[in-house]
């Protein structure tokens, strides 16, 4: 009896890894966009730092490549502030960046020339728009979530989506399906696990 127990833990365990790594993988955002000067023309070098109490290391930079593109990539969801230098330019400070979810936020800057101490900060509204994906996606709080009778479990979110359908339960033999199947316009999509794997 205590093997079989040890046995289902093990199993139980591998499928929350399985379940839980990829989606906090996939919930990961990013900042990206481009710095110029005040004539328009690209600035290479620049230094561009995205910080938040939401990162471990508190702060996180890259560098503007030689067309003054730069992207910060697997940024947590949470407020950030983005700072924007480079020697004999003013620094500029961006705040109030709001990541959710696998958004990418636009963050462009102008600077110009000017003291090493001058610091110019832009306080405005968190982009709304991912220009950088095609991918459609809502994030949900846990208002939302709270307040809608599904059972707090993770299947049943499905009902959220529109055109998404759940049918089927879990059982703890290893014997039960789960399908969610949606459809838009002329296409259905069906996703079925059942205890043999994927459908």
């Known amino acids: 009896m205590e093997a ?15 379940i839980v790594i990829p989606s906090v993988a996939a919930a990961q955002g990013s900042i990206a966009g481009s710095v110029r000067d005040a004539s328009g023309a690209v600035l290479p070098g620049v230094t561009v730092e995205a910080s938040s109490p939401a990162l471990i290391e ?8 030689g067309t003054g593109q730069y992207k910060i990539v697997d940024l947590r969801p949470g407020t950030y502030t983005v ?4 020697p004999g330019f003013s620094t500029v400070r961006r705040d109030g960046i709001e990541l959710n979810g696998a958004f990418t936020a636009t963050v462009n ?11 110019i900060t832009v306080s405005g509204e968190t982009p709304i728009v991912d220009i950088q994906s095609t991918t459609r996606q809502q994030v949900l709080d846990h208002g939302v ?6 059972g707090r479990l993770v299947q049943n979110l499905g009902v959220l989506l529109p055109g998404v359908s759940v049918s089927g339960g879990l059982t703890l033999n290893g014997v039960g399906t789960q399908d969610v199947g949606g459809s838009s316009g002329n296409v259905r999509a069906q996703h079925g696990q059942h205890a043999g794997g994927d459908d």
Do not use: N
Request: no cysteine; proline share 2%; hydrophobic share 50%.
């Open 4 to 18: 079989l127990m040890r046995v289902w833990l093990q199993v139980l365990s591998v499928l929350t890894s399985v």
């Open 109 to 119: 800057a102008d600077l110009r020339v000017g003291a090493v101490a001058e610091t």
């Open 58 to 65: 508190k702060t996180r930079s890259v560098v503007t490549d």
């Open 83 to 86: 700072t924007f230098a480079l």
């Open 145 to 150: 979530i709270d307040s809608v009778p599904t």
